[in-house]
């Protein structure tokens, strides 16, 4: 029998995320801030890459019984670094166009699953964004954005000052662990509200996974076979800083600030595409959200121990949430929309849903097997209008070998959505990126609506009368 170096078994999520119905990538963009001088390409590759974990030179492979396992194979930089060539000594606004028709084409490449699932694309060509781009494409199977995301970040150092461990923004306080404070007389209506509301948004949950549809709109096709359509990338950039000042002017959280101009942004650019019914359609949005239970990214070692608190893999759910109807008082008061976006938070982040839709999908593994699972989450998809994940980058600047990271996203594919949006943080800066279907979605005027929706909700904050004393 042929030795495996390394067979671990394949983890179920990594399974269902690698079937014919379900392939899902996690992208990674870094953008530099000088010229990419890929000299070091080699040193990095081998000695600072592969070593993260023995998955990046693993395939899947079935053994003797049946089962699905990691088998290590050579690894050759050829196969997995790629360098496109454009036209040399043209401006950035022309590599832009280039970049872009790059990005689209490799969104929808499926990797070969006779190698490692993974490539590095170096885009050596300046464009309006950046000097230099480095992108990081990750199958699904080998992780969910919070473990590759980490992968990506130890590759990385301060840039200011190596020899120090980055830092990332803190989170608010564990709900729970906040009530557990109070008085047990005074936590007993709260813990009937939240048992409550967390059966019934799971039923709903199922229910829209399983048998009802948004409606058919601006921002959702309907058609069959989504994910292998064409789609466009494009990034718009606020400012944390002015995004906190709008919050502390409404007493609010980041959270709801960010949400609510999301909310307000998708109804704009369906307002604008079809007024009539617009204000009427049912749409809904999935929140991907991870179920570890921690404050920011631990190293590679420690998600790699059995015990981990934050172990390798996959480890996420969703959320239902149903986005907010356009009115007249709305639009007058965009406002509005950060106010429900609060209360739809609040009323989310003290329930278990979560885990009782995670507890779902390890239960239908075992008693019907990963094709179910993958044909569950492609439904719940697929049912939806606009998904919706987020992930914290870090407070101080980073270098990968001496080259300043000026820019930090993400996004993801092989989900039949129509619309895909990723939230991330990284020094001062909070980047959206936007995954819309090509042809269907139009994609400057969907930006254009995000970025009036900001603007709006950061005006009616700024004139709010301030109170005294």
């Keep these: 029998m042929e030795n495996l170096e390394f067979s671990e078994p394949v983890s179920p999520s990594g399974r269902y995320f690698n079937t014919t119905l379900l392939c899902a990538y996690v992208f990674g963009f870094l953008e530099s801030e000088i010229p990419i001088d890929d000299s070091q390409t080699m040193y990095l590759f081998k000695d600072v890459f592969l070593p993260i974990n023995p998955r990046f030179s693993s395939i899947m492979v079935r053994d003797e019984d049946g089962e699905m396992r990691w088998k290590k194979v050579e690894v050759k930089a050829e196969e997995h670094i790629k360098v496109p060539i454009f036209p040399k000594n043209e401006s950035s606004q022309f590599y832009d166009e280039y970049f872009d028709e790059y990005v689209s084409r490799i969104l929808m490449e499926k990797t070969p699953q006779d190698k490692p699932l993974w490539e590095i694309h170096v885009i050596k060509y300046p464009t309006t964004s950046a000097k230099g781009t480095l992108i990081f494409k990750f199958h699904h199977a080998l992780g969910d954005g919070y473990t590759l995301v980490g992968a990506l ?230 049912n939806a209008s606009v998904v919706i994940s987020n992930l914290i980058g870090p407070v101080e600047p980073m270098a990968l070998a001496n080259h300043p990271c000026k820019g930090l996203y993400f996004t993801m594919t092989g989900g039949p959505e129509s619309i895909n949006i990723a939230i991330m943080s990284y020094t001062r800066t909070l980047r959206v990126t936007l995954k819309t279907q090509k042809g269907f979605i139009d994609e400057k005027l969907f930006k254009s609506c995000m970025v009036n929706a900001f603007e709006a909700i950061s005006k009616a904050a700024m004139e709010m009368p301030r109170s005294k004393g």
């Design 153 to 382: 970040l130890s590759c990385l150092q301060r840039a200011d000052d190596p020899s120090l461990p980055l830092t990332f923004p803190s989170r608010r306080p564990n709900e729970s662990a906040v009530r557990a404070k109070k008085g047990f007389f005074r936590r007993i209506p709260s813990a009937v509200f939240s048992v409550f509301n967390s059966i019934s948004d799971f039923g709903w949950s199922v229910v829209k996974s399983s048998m009802v549809e948004d409606d058919k709109s601006p921002i959702r096709s309907g058609e069959e076979g989504v994910e292998n359509q064409p789609c466009v990338l494009t990034n718009i950039s606020f400012s944390l800083d002015h995004i906190k000042k709008i919050k502390s002017m409404l007493g609010v959280t980041l959270n709801d600030v960010i949400t609510g101009a999301i909310f307000y942004g998708i109804r704009l650019y369906m307002e604008e595409m079809n007024s009539e019914k617009g204000r009427r359609t049912k749409s809904t949005g999935l929140v991907l959200l991870s179920t570890r239970n921690i404050g920011s990214y631990q190293s590679i070692q420690e998600m790699m121990k059995p015990n981990s608190r934050s172990p390798w893999g996959n480890h996420i759910a969703f959320l239902h949430v149903s986005i907010p109807k356009l009115t007249q008082s709305s639009l007058s008061n965009p406002l509005q929309f950060v106010w429900k976006a609060q209360k739809i938070i609040k009323r989310k982040r003290n329930s278990f849903t979560v885990f009782l839709i995670e507890w779902l999908l390890d239960l239908e593994l075992k008693l019907r097997g990963h094709e179910a699972v993958a044909k569950h989450i492609y439904g719940t998809l697929k």
